[in-house]
């Protein structure tokens, strides 16, 4: 079983940053893509971005497109989720997944990501 812990939510007001990592397992990080989703309350699971197992493509949704970097760290075995210009729609609980893909065309669809972590909360006030 793989473990993915992530870490770096919590409470901020609206124009502000937060960094969410990602921790995995040495092995599963070198050649795994790599992604993030959010979940707000009473909605369904959706796509935020993804990284492919070499750093080279990424990939977001275009509701956060200019406003969250992801980017990932081999030395650390983690991702890392920018979220810059935060708003409160950014609210969300938001999970890292792992798929053994090393890219894919279809990132956005999370029945493509083998392992997830537990989720951070992040809360956004306008």
């Known amino acids: 079983q793989v473990r993915l812990v992530e870490s770096g939510g919590g409470l901020v007001q609206a124009g502000d940053s937060l960094r969410l990592s990602c921790v995995a397992p040495?092995?599963?990080?070198?050649?795994?893509?790599m992604a993030w989703f959010r979940q707000a309350p009473g909605k369904e699971r959706e796509f935020a971005a993804a990284?492919?197992?070499?750093?080279?493509?990424?990939y977001y949704v275009d509701s956060v497109k200019g406003r969250f970097t992801i980017s990932r760290d081999s030395a650390e075995s983690t991702v890392y989720l920018q979220m810059n210009s935060l708003k409160p729609e950014d609210t969300a609980v938001y999970y890292c997944a792992a798929s053994p893909l090393r890219d894919s065309l279809n990132y956005y669809y999370g029945a493509l990501y083998e392992y997830w972590g537990q989720g951070t909360q992040v809360t956004v006030s306008s």
């Open positions: 990284i492919n197992w070499s750093g080279t493509s990424t």
């Open positions: 040495r092995r599963t990080f070198s050649t795994y893509l």
